[in-house]
C-alpha cells in the first residue's frame, strides 16, 4: 500500500532520452516512505487506485514535474543593497561600487552586526518565495562573514533554514568571495586563512557540502582559488566557482581540472573553457538574473557549450547585489529570453541539471522510483508554460519527501 497516489495528472518526468521533457500523458505517481515508488502511466496503475494508496489526489490534468532545484543562492544575508541599485541607476558601475567599499563588502558589514536568529528570519522570507515557485531544493552560500565566526553563523542559519523541513538545502562555504576590509593590506594572510584554518574547521563540523570562490579581477586570482580548492580537495568537500563572470581568468579550467561539479556565470568563457568543463563533466550553472540586472551584454556561449555536450543548469542566484531575484520561474523565463535556452533546457536546468550541478542527482531532480518524492503541481496545459508566463501563479501543489507542504 503507497501512502499517496497522485492521477488525473501529466508527468514531465524529465528523465533523460525519452520523450520531451520526460513527458508521459495521462500519468500518475505514488509516494511511499518519502520516496517516488511508483510513476508511469495511469493505464499501467497495477490495480484502481484506491485500492493502492491510503490517499489518491486528483490532478485535474494538471502537470506534475520534479521539485525545482535552485542550485545557486546567496539566500543567507544581512541588510540589502537597495542604496546600491539607486546609484546604479546613475550610471555607477558593479565593479566601481565594489571597488569603492560598497558591494559585498557592505553586505559583511551587515551579516556580521545580524544575528542568526535575524538572519534566519530574512532567508527564510526569501526562501518563502522560492517554495511558492515549486522550489524543493536549494544551495545556500555563506560568503558575506569572510571571518571564521560570521561564516559558521551563516552556515548554521542555512541549517536552520533546513530544519524547518520543507526544502532540502545543500551548504557551500563561499570564504574566496570579497577580501575582507581587516586583510586589505594582505591577500596572502586571508586566502591562507581561508584554506588552512576555515575550511578544516567548517569540513569537520559538517557545515558545509562544497566549496566556491570568486574568480574574477574584483574577486580573487586563478592562483588564489588553486590555493583553497587544494585545501577543499584535502577536506573532502566538492569543488564549485563563481567563474568567468565579468572577464576571463580561466577559472573554468581550474575548477574543471578540480573535477569541479559546477562552474558559474560564465558570460566570458572561452573554447579552453568549455573543453576541459566538458572533459571533466562540470555543469555549467547559467544565472541570467546577475545577467539581467547588470544589464550586461556578452552572452554566455550557450551554442557553444550546448555542442560540446556541457551540462547547463539554471539557478536563480538569489543575493543583494546582482540578482536580488526570488523567483525560479523568473529566472526559466530569463534564461529563455535572455540566453536562448529553449524551455525544455530551462526546464532541465532547473530540474535535472541542477540536481547533477549539486551532486545529488541519485536523490533528486527527476521523476523516477527510488527518488525523493519531491514535485511540483502545475496548472498549466504544457510544460513550456513554466517558462513562458511571468509573474503568474502557476503552482498547485508542493510535495516535499512525500508531503504535500
Ligand atoms: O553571484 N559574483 C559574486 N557573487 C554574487 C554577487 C554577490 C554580491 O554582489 O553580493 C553573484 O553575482
Ligand atoms: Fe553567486
Known amino acids: 500500500m503507497w501512502d499517496t497516489l497522485w492521477v488525473d495528472a501529466n508527468l514531465a518526468t524529465m528523465r533523460e532520452g525519452a520523450a520531451p521533457y520526460g513527458e508521459i500523458k495521462r500519468g500518475a505517481v505514488a509516494a511511499k516512505d518519502g520516496r517516488i515508488a511508483w510513476a508511469g502511466y495511469a493505464a499501467d496503475l ?12 486528483r490532478c485535474e490534468n494538471a502537470w506534475i514535474t520534479p521539485g525545482l532545484v535552485d542550485c545557486h543562492t546567496h539566500l543567507v544575508f544581512g541588510g540589502n543593497r537597495a542604496r546600491e541599485f539607486e546609484m546604479r541607476s546613475q550610471g555607477a558601475s558593479y565593479e566601481e561600487i565594489a571597488r569603492d567599499g560598497g558591494g559585498i563588502v557592505s553586505t559583511v558589514a551587515a551579516t556580521r552586526a545580524a544575528s542568526k536568529e535575524e538572519l534566519v528570519e530574512s532567508a527564510a522570507k526569501r526562501l518563502a518565495g522560492l517554495t511558492r515557485e515549486g522550489v524543493t531544493t536549494v544551495e545556500i552560500k555563506s560568503g558575506y562573514g569572510l571571518d571564521l565566526e560570521t561564516e559558521i553563523k551563516m552556515l548554521e542559519a542555512a541549517g536552520d533554514l533546513a530544519a524547518l523541513g520543507e ?12 577580501l575582507p576590509p581587516e586583510f586589505k593590506d594582505d591577500r596572502a594572510a586571508y586566502v591562507q586563512l581561508v584554506a588552512d584554518v576555515m575550511i578544516p574547521v567548517i ?3 559538517g557545515l ?19 590555493y583553497v580548492f587544494s585545501a577543499a580537495r584535502d577536506n ?18 581550474l575548477a574543471a581540472r578540480y573535477g569541479a561539479l559546477s562552474a558559474d556565470h560564465l558570460e566570458h568563457l572561452d573554447e579552453s573553457g568549455i573543453a576541459a568543463m566538458a572533459a571533466n563533466c562540470t555543469v555549467a550553472v547559467l544565472l541570467p538574473g546577475a545577467f539581467h540586472f ?28 546582482t540578482s536580488p531575484m526570488t523567483s525560479p520561474l523568473a529566472a526559466l523565463n530569463m534564461a529563455c529570453t535572455l540566453f536562448r535556452l529553449t524551455p525544455e533546457e530551462a526546464l ?35 510544460p513550456a508554460e513554466l517558462s513562458y508566463w511571468l509573474g503568474a501563479p502557476l503552482l498547485k501543489e508542493r510535495v516535499f ?3 504535500v507542504v
Open 203 to 205: 569540513a569537520s563540523e
Open 236 to 253: 573532502g568537500l566538492a569543488i564549485k566557482l563563481h567563474a568567468e563572470q565579468l572577464s576571463n581568468q580561466h577559472g573554468a579550467e
Open 348 to 382: 532541465a536546468g532547473i530540474t535535472r541539471e541542477g540536481a547533477r550541478a549539486l551532486g545529488i542527482l541519485d536523490d533528486v531532480g527527476a521523476l523516477e522510483v527510488g527518488k525523493a518524492c519531491d514535485l511540483a503541481v502545475w496548472d498549466i496545459g504544457a
Open 46 to 57: 497495477p490495480g484502481h487506485a484506491v485500492d493502492l494508496a491510503r490517499e489518491v489526489r
Open 167 to 178: 526544502v532540502r538545502v545543500k551548504r557551500t562555504f563561499l570564504g574566496l568571495h570579497a
Open 294 to 321: 547588470l544589464r550586461e551584454t556578452k552572452l554566455p556561449p550557450i551554442e557553444a557549450m550546448r555542442a560540446a555536450g556541457v551540462r547547463m543548469a539554471v539557478a536563480s542566484d538569489c543575493n543583494p547585489g
Open 401 to 403: 519527501a512525500g508531503r
Open 208 to 226: 558545509a557540502d562544497a566549496v566556491d570562490a570568486f574568480c574574477e579581477n574584483i574577486g580573487f586570482t586563478a592562483e588564489e582559488v588553486d
